[in-house]
């Protein structure tokens, strides 16, 4: 069965600054990967997703990511950060034509300091 | 199209009593899927349904939470009795052929307290 890890559970970042949110996957088989993002008291709306083809994908707001299958990660970064991306961001995995549902990670909470 | 319709948007009720959620998912998904959100547990998949049919409940905690949907566009989750550790927010999610990568839509939740 596929799994989810993100490593940080929390991620301080100047205004501005770039961000790296991580996620490493575990499956058997071929995944789509995703990234969704929380607002606070909303719930989750898609950031952007690698289903095939090129391994840098381009999302929402700025944010991209990359597949990376020999590390099996699929990191998330922004260059800029805006006090607006304030957020949880989950990484999740589904299995290719092996499971209709959505594996989430437990998610990674970006704090934006002034 | 309004997106996940969830109702209501808050309860909050003692333990023992009977705790009914709904959701109306986007018209024309053919999976809906209910999780629960937790400080401690993140977010847990409970049950989804496929063309209204329970695939998987595998997620839901103990018989005392049950789910079912009677069409396209109605689902509840229904816990009876209720507990504290019930307290939570459960999001309803739909999607449509969620098996080839489709994304789900995610509603605005139901922040449940249960004291």
């Known amino acids: 069965a596929q799994s989810v890890t993100q490593l940080d559970s929390q991620v301080p970042v100047f205004e501005e600054a770039p961000v790296e949110l991580r996620c490493n996957y575990s499956?058997?088989?071929?995944?789509?990967l995703f990234w969704y993002v929380q607002y606070p008291n909303q719930g989750l709306q898609l950031l952007l997703k690698?289903?095939?083809?090129?391994?840098l994908v381009k999302g929402i707001n700025g944010f991209e990511a990359e597949f990376n299958k020999s590390q099996t990660s699929f990191h998330l970064r922004k260059p800029s950060v805006h006090i607006s991306d304030t957020a949880e961001y989950f990484c999740?995995?589904?299995?290719?034509?092996?499971?209709?549902?959505?594996?989430f990670g437990k998610g990674t909470r970006l704090h934006i300091l002034p | 199209d309004a997106g996940v319709i969830q109702s209501p948007r808050h309860e909050v009720t003692e333990m023992g009593q009977e705790v009914t959620l709904r959701c109306k998912p986007i018209?024309?998904?053919?999976?809906l899927f209910w999780y629960r959100q937790t400080m401690m547990r993140g977010l847990e998949l409970l049950i989804y349904?496929?063309?209204?049919?329970?695939?998987?409940d595998s997620g839901m905690p103990e018989d005392r939470f049950s789910a079912k949907m009677p069409n396209a566009s109605f689902s509840t989750l229904k816990i009876q009795p209720s507990e504290p550790r019930d307290s939570a927010v459960y999001f309803c999610?739909?999607?449509?052929?969620?098996?080839?990568?489709?994304?789900?839509?995610f509603g605005p939740g139901t922040r449940l307290t249960v004291l």
């Open positions: 999610a739909s999607s449509f052929q969620a098996a080839f990568g489709y994304e789900q839509f």
């Open positions: 499956s058997s088989v071929s995944v789509y």
């Open positions: 690698y289903l095939s083809g090129s391994t």
């Open positions: 999740a995995v589904s299995e290719v034509n092996r499971d209709d549902k959505i594996i």
């Open positions: 018209s024309g998904h053919d999976y």
């Open positions: 349904f496929n063309n209204n049919v329970p695939i998987d």
